[in-house]
C-alpha cells in the first residue's frame, strides 16, 4: 500500500495521478478536505481509502494501522507563505512530520516529504541543497521555517540516509485550482487574460531588477513526477535534494507563455506590490541540481514555454481540468 499524505491537495493528487499511470491504485489518500473545494481533484483518481489526517496521525500514534505499508509520500503541509499562526505551522509542518518519519523509520517504510525552497529565504546565501549549508538558511517567513526545522531535525538525528525530502521551487500545474492566491501565476494570468485580455505583474523594489525582470525557478508539476516515482523505487537513493529544473526565467518569460499558449498579444501591466510581502520577496530563485543529478535520477524537464502550453491548452481550457 501506498499512503500519500495529502493526497487530494496539488502535488499530492498528481503523485497519486502517476501512481495510477502505473497501474497502482492500492493507495490510501490522508488529507483534510473541510470545505475546500481540494475533493474535485479526486474524482478521475482511483485509489483505495480516504481518512482525514486527524485520524491518520492517531492510527499511526497508537500503532494500529493495519496492512503492509510500501511507501509514505508526505505531501501534507500548510503551504501558505503568508500564514501567521506559528504555532498552527510548527504543529502541522514539522511536529506531524517528525511522528510520520519516526513511525516509517521504525516500520522501514519508505519516506519521502516535501521541503521547500522557501527555506532559502532571500537567497543571499544560494540555493545549494549541500547538507553543510542547510544549518545557515534563514528563511523569510514561517511557512519556510517550518520546513527548515524538519530538514535541520533529519540532519541533527542523522537521518539523509534513510529519508527523502524534495525542496520543491515554484511549481505549476493542473489541480492546483483551489489555492486561492498560493495558486501560480500560470492559473491567474489564464483568467486574467480571459477577463481583461492583460496579465499583472508586480513591480520591482530593486535596482539589479526591472520591473518583471525579478526570476524565478519555474517548474512543471508532470515533470516532478517522473523524480518523485524513481524515488519511490529506488530507496538506496535518499537524502535533502532541491526540486526545480535548475533555470531561472522572468516573469516577463512566464507571462509572454500564456499569451503565447492563449494566441494572443501580449499585455502586461506592472502593479504596486502589497506592502505586507514587499521584505518578504524572493528576486531570485534557481535550484542547483547537481546533488540530485549525481545519483542517475532522470532530471529531465520541457521548456518553460512547452509546460505552459500542455498546461493551458490541456487541462485550463477543458471542461474537465483535472488529470
Known sequence: MYIVTGGAGFIGSVIVWRLNQEGIDDILII???????????????SYKDYIHKDKFIDLIKKDKFPGKIDAIIHMGACSSTTEKDADYLT?????YTKTLAEY????????????????????????????KFT???????????????????VIKQGLIDKVVGLKFFNVFGPN???????????????????????????????????????????VYVKDCMDIIWHLIQNNKVNGIFNLGTGTARTWI??????????????????IDMPENIKSKYQYFTEAKMKKL?????????RSLEDAVADYIRNYLSQEDPFI
Open 176 to 218: 492546483e485550482y483551489h489555492k486561492g492566491e498560493m495558486s501560480s501565476l500560470i492559473f491567474k494570468a489564464y483568467h486574467q487574460i480571459k477577463d481583461t485580455g492583460k496579465i499583472k505583474l508586480f513591480k520591482s523594489y530593486r535596482s539589479e531588477y526591472k520591473d518583471g525582470e525579478q526570476k524565478r525557478d519555474f
Open 91 to 95: 504543529e502541522n509542518n514539522y511536529k
Open 135 to 153: 544549518p545557515e538558511l534563514k528563511p523569510l517567513n514561517m511557512y519556510g521555517y517550518s520546513k527548515q526545522m524538519f530538514d535541520l531535525w
Open 104 to 131: 516509517a523509520l521504525l516500520k522501514n517504510i519508505r519516506f519521502i516529504y516535501a521541503s521547500s525552497a522557501a527555506t532559502y529565504g532571500d537567497g543571499s546565501l544560494g540555493f545549494s541543497d549541500d547538507d
Open 293 to 301: 543529478k549525481s545519483t542517475n535520477c532522470p532530471v529531465n524537464f
Open 31 to 45: 488529507d483534510d478536505l473541510a470545505q475546500t473545494e481540494k475533493w474535485k481533484n479526486l474524482i478521475n483518481r
Open 253 to 270: 518569460d512566464l507571462a509572454n507563455a500564456v499569451f503565447y499558449a492563449m494566441e494572443k498579444t501580449p499585455n502586461i501591466e506592472f
